[in-house]
């Protein structure tokens, strides 16, 4: 899995500044210590991005990388005993497009195991990579060569609180293998589980070879559909907890998490989780420091007009939505940068 970046564009650098006034988003901050510090550390976040990358191209580390670097030393045993892994056991095959196959972690093979950790004080990140000391076998699920789901610590871990969260009637976007409605049906809290998935392969696939090891007290529902045509004709209180993962990585999953913000606000009943929001949020929140950095530096509205990838068209968005946003001390930057704020925002913008 790589580690998801933004690019870089328009203005690369700040400038430190003390008092500087920008016309558009009403930036007023007399305090440049907390400002300097944050586009500090974003920048270190886009290096690390390309630390982290060299990191999983060079594949198999020795001891003396993996000390070097902190990783951190996973136990099989943890999660192979996963109720998941302990009674899904599947034969390879293929159906259209799509492919159901064992992968594997070779001994000290670093993988990100977990979701971004992000420092509250600067938003700094930190990936975290973990590796085994014996082989790790792994289910997966590609169409046409892409994976969409592997059942490894990572979508482990990542999906541990959704499925903990998860209660009463649960509908969950996008179906992969099927592990967060599996571990979701062993809830003693939910009722039943519906899944939305527009792939008839897909489908057909997890139907013929995985359902039939599912847990058969409680209803699981598949139905054939559009997850945003479908989301646009659920009533609100139809399911009491809804899960979402429609996406591979971070970078194809911002747009169509957009989306979804933009129409949850709608639902009152129902409770929605989006898969890996951290790192969603994370991008959401580069993407926001540059535009920080760029009317800082004296942009205008004509700088937001054009758009030459989906980066720009965000930050494009971003500058229109924000610019009358008015920012007068570092605690309102600050806020503006949190985790609720984001989720706000991401309501209100239209993608």
Known sequence: MPIHGFERR??????????????????????????????????RNIALGDTYNAILEKGILDKEDISRLGLFPLKEKEYLNNPYFLNVHLKECEM?????????????EPFV??????????????????????????????????????????????????????????????????YYAYMALLNPSVEDVTIIERSPSAISLFKTNILPFFPKEKKLTIIE?????????????????????????PEDGLPLYLRFKAQEKKFKKTSFSYWVETSLLSLLRRA???????????????????????????????????RKRVLSSDDDLENLLSDDSLRSIAEELRY
Not at 97 to 105: A, Q
Not at 226 to 249: E, I, N, P, Q, T
Not at 296 to 308: L, N
Request: glycine share 6%; proline share 3%; with cysteine.
């Open 10 to 43: 328009l203005c690369s650098f700040y400038k430190p500044f003390k008092g500087l006034k920008s016309p558009y988003m009403k930036i007023c901050i007399s305090k440049d210590q907390y400002v300097n510090r944050l586009f500090s550390s974003f920048e």
């Open 96 to 108: 259209g497009d799509w492919k159901l196959f064992y992968s594997s972690y070779a001994p000290y």
């Open 113 to 178: 195991y977990d979701e971004l950790s992000i420092a509250k004080s600067d938003y700094s990140e930190k990936t975290r990579f973990g590796y085994f000391e014996e082989k790790f076998p792994f289910l997966a699920v590609e169409e046409k060569g892409k994976t969409w789901m592997s059942v490894t610590p990572h979508e482990i871990n990542t999906m541990k609180e959704a499925v903990k969260e998860s209660h009463g009637h649960v509908i969950s976007f996008g179906l992969g293998l099927g």
């Open 225 to 249: 559909e559009d997850a945003f045509h479908f989301l646009s004709k659920m009533k609100d209180g139809a399911y009491d907890y809804s899960f979402v993962d429609l996406w591979h990585l």
């Open 288 to 322: 926001l420091i540059i535009l920080l950095q760029e009317e800082f530096s004296g942009s205008d509205d004509d700088d937001y007009d054009f758009a030459a990838s989906e980066s720009d068209i965000l930050i494009n968005k971003l500058h229109f939505l924000l």
